[in-house]
Structures are given as structure tokens and as C-alpha cells.
């Protein structure tokens, strides 16, 4: 039954979906498909994120790199295209100027030289104010839709050992998965539902 529900979840397509999201907090909140013009946003994002956050997030103390270097990579990581190779999955929020600002992202990324292959490396990062208010699990599910659509069988997962709360927000997806442990790493593997 666990399952059965779950699976209706990821029903549909991702471009039908209504871009609203109410936090458990009732911040109202935006989920839309990343663009490459959004850079500036992610690098916002890393700014506000906690030094454990970002620690968890990219398996390593990030904090040393240069200005020029975190430009360079938030420019890389916002290079989507939504089909094939890489896509991500934001939520947003609306300041009191009225400036957009990211408070998590879910992404998928296929190797660079396998825009075909049938698995994708997952990545998730929800701002440090907005953990534990349901962000992270919706932007999953839409990430899970965003992978069908890009054909992905596989969503893979890499963590920290330490990084359980991750891991237990992947396995509410509801998705059959796989775990193996290796040297401090956990991977997992999840089957993308079809149809």
C-alpha cells in the first residue's frame, strides 16, 4: 500500500504541476525548473547556506574557495537544459523588495560525454531557515518527475556517512532503491517509475 501511494505521486508530468508550495512554516513558496541565467541566484544560495550545510552538501569544507572560483562553479552548475543532460528543480521565494532568492535546489546531472546513459547523479541543498519544513521532500518528488522526463532509469545519490538526514529524505521518495557502503560513502541508487 506504502508504495501504491507513493507511486501516484510521481503520476503526470512536471510541467503540469502548479508551481505553488506552502512550507510547513506557511511561507509561500515557488518551485520552478532552473534556467542558466539563474547563476547569480545559486551563488546567493551558497552564501546563505552554513558552513555544515555546505560541508554536507559537496562532501567537503568549500569555504576557502575564491570569489572567482564559486562564480565559476555556480555559472557551471546552473548550465541545465531540463532534458537531457542535466536539469534541476528550485524553490523560491520573494523577498520584501520582491527579489526572487532560492531556498533549495534538487538536481540530476548524467556524466558529460553520456547525455543517453540511463542513470543520473542526484543532489539536493535546502537553506539552513528552511530545513524540516517539507521543501526538501517536494523538491524530490518534482526532481523524480523532472528525471522522467529526461528518460533517467536510475537517480543515483551519493553521501557522507554522516549525512543521515539526507539519506532518510531519499528513502521517503516511497522508490524501490538500492544502498551500498564504501569508505565513509553511502550510494544509492533509486528505480525512476515509468509511465
Given at each position: 500500500m506504502f508504495f501504491?501511494?507513493?507511486?501516484?505521486?510521481?503520476?503526470?508530468?512536471?510541467?503540469?504541476?502548479?508551481?505553488?508550495?506552502?512550507?510547513?512554516?506557511?511561507?509561500?513558496?515557488?518551485m520552478r525548473l532552473?534556467?542558466?541565467?539563474?547563476?547569480?541566484?545559486?551563488?546567493?544560495?551558497?552564501?546563505?547556506?552554513?558552513?555544515?550545510?555546505?560541508?554536507?552538501?559537496?562532501?567537503?569544507?568549500?569555504?576557502?574557495?575564491?570569489?572567482?572560483?564559486?562564480?565559476?562553479?555556480?555559472?557551471?552548475?546552473?548550465?541545465?537544459?531540463?532534458?537531457?543532460?542535466?536539469?534541476?528543480?528550485?524553490?523560491?521565494?520573494?523577498?520584501?523588495?520582491?527579489?526572487?532568492?532560492?531556498?533549495?535546489?534538487?538536481?540530476?546531472?548524467?556524466?558529460?560525454?553520456?547525455?543517453?546513459?540511463?542513470?543520473?547523479?542526484?543532489?539536493?541543498?535546502?537553506?539552513?531557515?528552511?530545513?524540516?519544513?517539507?521543501?526538501?521532500?517536494?523538491?524530490?518528488?518534482?526532481?523524480?518527475?523532472?528525471?522522467?522526463?529526461?528518460?533517467?532509469?536510475?537517480?543515483?545519490?551519493?553521501?557522507?556517512?554522516?549525512?543521515?538526514?539526507?539519506?532518510?529524505?531519499?528513502?521517503?521518495?516511497?522508490?524501490?532503491?538500492?544502498?551500498?557502503?564504501?569508505?565513509?560513502?553511502?550510494?544509492?541508487?533509486?528505480?525512476?517509475?515509468?509511465?
Open positions: 501504491k501511494q507513493d507511486k501516484r505521486r510521481y503520476r503526470g508530468s512536471i510541467d503540469k504541476l502548479r508551481p505553488a508550495f506552502t512550507a510547513r512554516s506557511g511561507q509561500k513558496l515557488r532552473l534556467h542558466p541565467q539563474d547563476a547569480p541566484l545559486l551563488l546567493e544560495l551558497f552564501h546563505r547556506l552554513s558552513p555544515e550545510t555546505r560541508r554536507r552538501r559537496f562532501h567537503g569544507n568549500v569555504d576557502h574557495l575564491s570569489p572567482e572560483m564559486l562564480e565559476e562553479a555556480a555559472t557551471d552548475l546552473a548550465n541545465v537544459d531540463n532534458l537531457t543532460a542535466r536539469g534541476a528543480v528550485v524553490a523560491t521565494l520573494r523577498n520584501a523588495d520582491g527579489k526572487e532568492e532560492f531556498v533549495g535546489v534538487a538536481r540530476l546531472a548524467r556524466p558529460p560525454h553520456a547525455v543517453d546513459a540511463p542513470d543520473a547523479e542526484a543532489a539536493i541543498v535546502v537553506r539552513d531557515d528552511f530545513q524540516g519544513q517539507g521543501v526538501g521532500s517536494e523538491l524530490l518528488r518534482r526532481m523524480v518527475l523532472l528525471a522522467k522526463r529526461m528518460h533517467v532509469r536510475t537517480i543515483r545519490a551519493v553521501f557522507t556517512s554522516y549525512n543521515e538526514s539526507a539519506i532518510q529524505l531519499f528513502r521517503e521518495l516511497g522508490l524501490p532503491y538500492t544502498i551500498d557502503i564504501d569508505h565513509g560513502e553511502t550510494e544509492m541508487r533509486l528505480a525512476v517509475p515509468q509511465g
